[in-house]
């Protein structure tokens, strides 16, 4: 080795300086190189052994060969081989820039640091004075509504009295009849809670005090277990829509809960099932003790208390969260080149300043305009943009079902872009969606773990035949208006419930599917995919009635009958003997109340005398039941039938079985 030093430095000074520069060139290169192959994880990992060998052989090969080309004098062999090492480092870099690239845009969407901001705000004419009584959340869990809060009032040396609430809805009440004089809330209260029958306007009826912000750590990725397995195996994940009006995710704790998606996955099968939850839905809140409230409510205590509550509904443990901003979703389809749709038909047709768009869906843009903005579609199958996708899936006013028809728009969306997904060829197609969707999902799925799903992609484009296609199960849960005095909410079927619960525990490989041993087929029937869940009915929830006006005999039966404690007091009337003059409670749910109080009239003359008057009794509703909807046999309505009300007012849909009636801006 010392003889081959010592001659080596009595050759060409001028090779042997690009033999050495070759050399350190290439080693860094190739070490780059090898970093970028590394972050692949288990993605195709025989070749990437045996690419690293190989280029790894060369190199030993240059570092021998030049040495005897520079010695025996061989320049044009060193030139060769020097220019073809050289001409390897740009393949070296470039590929691992694009490795790395599309690894950091995958790893941004697994956020372990978030901001989380809160804000103290009063009605527009309040202000925050020595003597205001704040409200705040009392769990100490809320990150904006309770520990940030305190950490504001520390800051601000705010020495008021605290009114300490168990959930936001009471205590913007409470804001806005006076009973306090400002609250904490998330800085997204706008959308939080713009949304709702009694703070719809709350982003001009509001003002904020005093702000508060801190990086923290995710408290999704801390309350929500990653359970850290690939995804090869059947794995469930919860799509949650983040309602921006900014592109990009500023993922806080509090976001609008109405866009609720549970999805199975069988990666063995290639079969998903999707089960949208009506934002309306009333079910126990499981970081609110359980009240029961709508499940969108449940957003405004973050990601861990909506997927909580939906375990609890369903019974399904839920791997892996995927909070997706709607904004982002423009940018998405674009990159994809649009998404091919079928386009229903609203019930009711748009219109504006006298203006009627007939034939048409319309909804604001993206960034909530209406007039010169607004967002038009055609009916039927079309390929949409990204605004138009946006606008579909947001557009519910224009239909009767309301945010049921939302629902089942938002699904067709998805199914599209899974379809258009499938069909990406090039890596700049690859990275152009990673671009549009990196800033604008956050998810607790490790890098890693989104890499493993690599080799089911592969099977499906690599697959000719169409066997290997991904099949979509689509569900539908039976729902009925609850019928409570203070609010618009749904109620649902659990007969319903378990038949969408069942086919994706089935689809999870955690039950047994049932066998089908015969079956029977009709030729003059058109065969569509069914809706698991459609048309299941049972037994719904009762809700307290109004009986006012009643005779108190029936009423007392009724109690009797439902196992409710009945107080009746007597009061001086002119009304006849016994009838019902004020009640303590309607309008409730039955299971939530033990005691109710009647006042009673004792009448203008004695009982025994009088003829006994006609009894008032509650009208029979006849049970409806559910029949899977026939597109061609839907009746047209007719052109001067067909309207919609101005911009962001809801129509007043009919009274039927499966109707939302809540108005909301959205």
Known sequence: MVVLSKKLKKANKVERFFYHLTLLIYILCFGYFIYGLLHLGKIETAIRIIVITFFGIWFLIYLLSGVIS?????????IFLTIFSILLCPLFVVSSFYINKIYNSISIMNRNTVTYTSNLITLNDGKITKDSVIGMIKSPEDIEGNLLAKKLIKKENLNNTVEYYDEYNKML???YNGEIDGCFVSSNYPIIFGNTDDFANIANEVKVQYEYSEDMKNADNKNIKNRGKDLTEPFT????????????????????????????????????????IPRDTWVPIACNNNRENKINSSAAYGSSCVIKTIQNLTGINIDYYVKVNFKGVV????????????????????????KVYQNKVCEQDSNRRFGKDIVCMDLGLQTLNGEQALAYARCRHLYAISDIARNQHQQQIIEALIKKIKDLR?????????????RNIETNITTNQMLSLYDVAKNMLADKSGTK????QKTYLAYYNLGLS??????????????IVKAMKINLELEEPEIIKTFEISYS?????????????????????NYIGYDSTYVSNWCRDNGIACNFNKVDSTEQYGQILKQSVSGVLLDTVSTISFDISNGTVIQNTIEEPEIKTPPKKEEKKEEPKEEENKEEPKEEEKKDPEPNTDPEPPEEEQGNTEESTD
């Open 70 to 78: 520079i010695l025996s004098k061989k320049h044009k062999t060193f």
């Open 426 to 438: 090039s890596v700049s197609e690859f990275e152009n969606l990673l671009n549009a969707v990196s």
């Open 486 to 499: 203070y609010t618009s909410a749904l109620g649902y079927y659990k007969e319903s419930l378990n038949a």
């Open 525 to 545: 029937e058109n065969y569509t995919t069914p809706l698991i869940g459609y048309g299941i009915t049972g037994t719904r929830k009762q809700v307290i009635p």
């Open 173 to 175: 009440q409470d804001l």
């Open 469 to 472: 296609n991904l099949s979509i």
């Open 237 to 276: 994940i919860l799509l949650m829509g983040v309602d921006s009006e900014k592109d990009g995710l500023k993922a806080n704790q509090a976001f609008n809960g109405d866009t609720l998606m549970l999805v199975t996955f069988n990666p063995k099968t290639l079969n998903a099932t999707m089960f949208s």
């Open 331 to 354: 940018d998405l389809v674009n990159a994809l080149g649009g998404v091919t749709v079928e386009v229903e038909r609203p019930d009711f047709w748009y219109i504006e300043n006298g």
